[in-house]
Nanobody, 110 residues
Framework: QVQLVESGGGLVQPGGSLRLSCAAS????????MEWYRQVPGKERERLAS??????HVADSVKDRFAISRDNDKNTVHLQMNSLNPEDTATYYC?????WGQGTQVTVSA
């Protein structure tokens, strides 16, 4: 059974950092492109970063602050987010192998 479980979200002050994790089961993340998206209610889902065996890509809108990585041994993908601001408040989703996680909420507020 394919499953993705995000964690690491929460409330953070502006300028702070968070590291999101996406634990995969039922498949090997090393065999697929894994991605992070975020969504704000009423807006389209925004692709943030992608990682596979051959490349990593981070969207221009966040590339100076966000980084994607993976731990194949733990079958987990991470999204490191630095210098967070209120505009980063959203639900963050992990996707891979055609499946999506349930999302983790990130709120940036003083």
């Amino acid at each position: 059974q394919v499953q993705l479980v995000e964690s690491g979200g929460g409330l953070v002050q502006p300028g702070g950092s968070l590291r999101l994790s996406c634990a995969a089961s039922g498949f090997k993340i090393s065999d697929y492109v894994m991605e992070w998206y975020r969504q704000v209610p009423g807006k389209e889902r925004e692709r943030l970063a992608s990682i596979s065996s051959g490349f990593t890509h981070v969207a221009d809108s966040v590339k100076d602050r966000f980084a994607i990585s993976r731990d194949n041994d733990k079958n987990t993908v991470h999204l490191q987010m630095n210098s967070l601001n209120p505009e980063d408040t959203a639900t963050y989703y992990c996707t891979g192998r055609g499946s999506w996680g349930q999302g983790t909420q990130v709120t940036v507020s003083a």
